[in-house]
């Protein structure tokens, strides 16, 4: 077992292993550049003639901590953070680098919404690490008066949960739906109908509006004759 300062020297050729000590590297660096803490000082540590020490530097520097999932941070961070250790460890045969990666390894697992005691919108809790609102699909179905669904609204983009819909029957049958989400603001569509045939159906209107809004919204089979 080595010690964390004593990297050893891989015993296939230079140009193979040059280029996987750079892949790990680069998985550092893609960490720093999405990291809270990237500033234009951390993609300078990558740079350094000796990509081994570079490696390092970057390592002291940059928060490996392991977190839960739910901004994704295990998606989107530690998940390079690991596949660099491999990288560094088939490069440079220095144990060090597994040794670490067991470490953070076992700590992903502690993560699990089991783990954690959390549970999913319809109360499971398994083996999984959940992303939150940011990146889980968020949607309502509209129903008629006998409860059957007929439309189903999403929004297509991150955090959909913070969305809301509000639905207003008006006296002629038609719906007013206003249609809100703290990023793109808020929609407004008066006197639509939940008949697909009509020339104001509400989902012609919704797609009509998607652009930028991100909104979208399609007929379920209980729609219409």
Same mark, same amino acid.
């Given at each position: 077992?080595?010690?964390?300062?004593?990297?050893?020297?891989?015993?296939?050729?230079?140009?193979?292993?040059?280029?996987?000590?750079?892949?790990?590297?680069?998985?550092?660096?893609?960490?720093?550049?999405?990291?809270?803490?990237?500033?234009?000082?951390?993609?300078?540590?990558?740079?350094?003639?000796?990509?081994?020490?570079?490696?390092? *530097?970057?390592?002291?520097? !940059?928060?490996?901590?392991?977190?839960?999932?739910?901004?994704?941070?295990?998606?989107?961070?530690?998940?390079? *953070?690991?596949?660099? %250790?491999?990288?560094?460890?088939?490069?440079?045969?220095?144990?060090?680098?597994?040794?670490?990666?067991?470490?953070?390894?076992?700590?992903?697992?502690?993560?699990?919404?089991?783990?954690?005691?959390?549970?999913?919108?319809?109360?499971?809790?398994?083996?999984?690490?959940?992303?939150?609102?940011?990146?889980?699909?968020?949607?309502?179905?509209?129903?008629? &008066?006998?409860?059957?669904?007929?439309?189903? !609204?999403?929004?297509?983009?991150?955090?959909?949960?913070?969305?809301?819909?509000?639905?207003?029957?008006?006296?002629?049958?038609?719906?007013?739906?206003? %249609?809100?989400?703290?990023?793109?603001?808020?929609?407004?569509?008066?006197? &639509?109908?939940?008949?697909?045939?009509?020339?104001?159906?509400?989902?012609?209107?919704?797609?009509?509006?998607?652009?930028?809004?991100?909104?979208?919204?399609?007929?379920?089979?209980?729609?219409?004759?």
């Amino acid at each position: 077992m080595t010690t964390p300062n004593q990297h050893l020297r891989p015993t296939h050729s230079l140009q193979a292993t040059r280029r996987q000590v750079l892949a790990g590297a680069a998985g550092l660096g893609v960490v720093a550049a999405l990291g809270q803490q990237a500033t234009s000082a951390h993609a300078a540590l990558l740079l350094d003639p000796d990509p081994v020490e570079s490696y390092e *530097i970057a390592w002291d520097r !940059i928060d490996t901590s392991v977190t839960h999932n739910e901004a994704g941070g295990l998606a989107w961070g530690m998940s390079y *953070i690991l596949l660099s %250790l491999i990288r560094m460890y088939q490069a440079t045969e220095d144990t060090t680098y597994l040794d670490r990666f067991v470490e953070r390894a076992d700590q992903v697992w502690q993560q699990t919404d089991a783990a954690r005691g959390v549970k999913d919108w319809r109360g499971r809790s398994g083996q999984v690490w959940r992303s939150g609102g940011n990146y889980t699909a968020a949607g309502i179905e509209l129903t008629d &008066a006998d409860g059957t669904p007929i439309v189903d !609204i999403r929004y297509a983009t991150a955090a959909p949960t913070s969305g809301t819909v509000t639905v207003t029957t008006t006296e002629d049958g038609l719906v007013d739906v206003v %249609l809100e989400h703290p990023t793109t603001g808020v929609l407004e569509f008066t006197g &639509a109908s939940l008949d697909p045939a009509s020339p104001d159906s509400l989902v012609d209107k919704v797609l009509a509006a998607y652009g930028g809004q991100r909104w979208t919204a399609k007929w379920l089979s209980g729609a219409g004759p």
